[in-house]
């Protein structure tokens, strides 16, 4: 999965960032990189595993992963305490919801962004205009959960 949005996100480059500022493979933005502990609650680096800058975050793959597997574990928690079992097997706005799915689309909008398009069936996107609702189909695509 994590392969499949680093794809997503920025073809897999640790160095990559978009004009909105977020970073890296997964393309973290400030709030990512506080979550799992890369910058404080002012947005500056905390100095965790080395990563001082901008520009050792880019070039450090490590902590990248790291980061990304915390993001997950943090990600995966806040769906399950906010209900994602009773949505997961269902259809919703012509998407089957699945785990794998949710936390893809969690990545993309927040677990919290990811609960309240499932309890609308509103789709949300992010700033760039991607939606969560078509981040669940491509995990599902990619993961072969549907055919």
Request: glycine content about 12%; cysteine-free.
């Amino acid at each position: 999965m994590k392969e499949h949005i680093g794809q997503k996100e920025s073809t897999n480059n640790y160095k990559a960032e978009n004009s909105l500022g977020y970073v890296g493979k997964y393309q973290f933005g400030k709030l990512a990189l506080i979550d799992s502990g890369y910058k404080n609650s002012e947005g500056e680096w905390t100095g965790k595993d080395g990563v001082e800058s901008k520009e050792d975050w880019l070039n450090n793959p490590e902590a990248q992963e790291g980061a990304m597997d915390t993001l997950l574990k943090r990600n995966k928690k806040s769906l399950k305490d906010r209900g994602l079992d009773k949505y997961v097997g269902t259809v919703v706005n012509g998407t089957l919801v699945t785990e794998e799915g949710a936390l893809m689309s969690a990545h993309l909008i927040g677990a919290k962004g990811t609960i309240e398009m499932l309890k609308s069936g509103k789709d949300v996107k992010d700033a760039n205009g991607t939606s969560g609702f078509d981040y669940i189909n491509s995990a599902n695509e990619e993961l072969n959960l549907i055919k």
